[in-house]
Structures are given as C-alpha cells and as structure tokens.
C-alpha cells in the first residue's frame, strides 16, 4: 500500500526549499522490496550516527548495520516501510511479529530529514498493520527517540522491561541493560493469561 506524506510534512520541507511549491515534492511511503536492501542500509548507517558517544561504546560499531545483519533482520521477518523522496529512501521503519506482540524495529530517518514528520509517518502506517500490542526497544541514551516514541503515545515500561526484552528480541545481555522498551496502550490492555 502506497501513502502519501501528509501535506504538512511536504509543506515544510518545501518552505526549506524556498520557492519549491510543496506539489512538487513528491514523498511516497510504501513497503520496501528486496531491492531496497542497500538503501535500507544507507539510511540506517547515516542516521546511527546520532548514538555515536551517546550510547556505551561497547555497544558502538561502523557500520552500525551491516548489510549481512540486515539480511539476517529480513530474513528473520522484520518488514521495512520507506519514505521516498522520488527513487530516494529518505526514512525506514520495521515491523516484525513475534508470538503475541509486533515489534517497531530498526527506525531511522536521514539526519537532514529528521524532524519533519517522516517518523511519525512511518509510525502510523507501519501500526495500520497490525493489531496487536506495538513495542519498541531502543537505547535508554537515545533520549530523543523516547520523546518521539512518547510524543506519539507509547509509555516507557517500568520494572517488566527486562522481562520484555528477553521474551520478544534476541539481543545480548549487555544491550538488555542499555536499552528500554516503550508500548502502546494496547500493551497496557492487553489481556494476560
Ligand atoms: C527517532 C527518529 C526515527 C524520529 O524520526 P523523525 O522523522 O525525526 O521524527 P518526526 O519528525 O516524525 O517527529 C514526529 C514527532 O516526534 C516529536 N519528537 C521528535 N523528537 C522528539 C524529542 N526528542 N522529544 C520530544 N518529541 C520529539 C516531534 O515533535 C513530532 O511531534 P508531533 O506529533 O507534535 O508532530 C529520527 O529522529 C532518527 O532517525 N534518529 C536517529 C536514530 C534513532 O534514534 N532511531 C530510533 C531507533 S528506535
């Protein structure tokens, strides 16, 4: 399903732009294919910088994702959305399920695209498809990706996050203990056996 950016997004990208009407900037979200692997790539590795002294050194690598890891990602069923500027991806975001939940995994938008409302974008559309409870694990340092998550209705889980991590990702104890999960609310009503 393809999606236009909301008119806003376009609007102010196009008034950075100058005299560029906003019609003219045509930015498509879609499903990404197994074509769009390298790009995905690109947009990752780009935007990760934002941890680079941020989040413990240990957990710090170049590149970022790999395009083996990234493979592996795919492979192990996470579903990429893109924002298009054109041919170009300019923000990707995944989801993969995982026995109850779907998981937000892999979000990052170019950092000369950041805060214009491809993220949330993103968000919306990847959670149109699914209707289960959404979680999202990122690095307890990334404090601007909690407020994003946070500014578009996620909580930051409390005690249980250990818990969580080590229920729905496959990531090493040390990443357990430098990150945290947020939700949606329908993590919150969810119904628990
Ligand atoms: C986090 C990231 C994916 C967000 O994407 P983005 O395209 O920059 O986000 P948007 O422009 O769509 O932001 C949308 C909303 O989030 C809010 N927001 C963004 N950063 C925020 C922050 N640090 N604190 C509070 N709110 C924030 C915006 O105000 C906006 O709110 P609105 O609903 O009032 O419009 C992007 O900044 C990024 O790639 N960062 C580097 C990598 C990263 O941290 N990835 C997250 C991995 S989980």
Redesign the pocket.
């Known amino acids: 399903m393809e999606r236009k950016v909301p008119s806003t997004t376009r609007g102010a990208r196009a008034a950075r732009l100058g005299r560029q009407a906003a019609s003219e900037v045509a930015m498509l979200i879609r499903q990404c294919t197994p074509a769009d692997a390298t790009g995905i790539c690109d947009v990752i590795n780009e935007?990760?910088v934002?941890?680079r002294g941020v989040i413990a050194a240990d957990r710090w690598k170049e590149p970022y994702m790999p395009l083996t890891e990234l493979q592996h990602e795919i492979g192990s069923g996470v579903s990429f959305w893109g924002a298009y500027e054109g041919d170009v991806l300019v923000?990707v975001?995944g989801l993969q399920h995982v026995k109850d939940v779907s998981l937000?995994r892999?979000?990052?938008?170019?950092?000369s695209?950041?805060?214009?409302?491809?993220?949330?974008?993103?968000?919306k559309c990847v959670a149109n498809h699914t209707e289960r409870p959404l979680l999202?694990?990122?690095?307890a340092a990334?404090?601007?990706?909690?407020?994003?998550?946070?500014?578009?209705g996620f909580r930051v889980l409390g005690k249980e996050k250990d818990d969580v991590l080590r229920r729905y990702w496959t990531i090493p104890e040390r990443q357990i203990e430098e990150s945290v999960v947020l939700a949606n609310e329908r993590w919150a009503k969810r119904s628990v056996a």
């Open positions: 935007a990760a934002a941890y923000a975001m937000i892999h979000a990052y938008t170019r950092t695209r950041q805060g214009q409302g491809l993220g949330k974008a993103l968000l999202i694990g990122t690095w990334a404090t601007w990706a909690i407020g994003f998550y946070q500014s578009q």
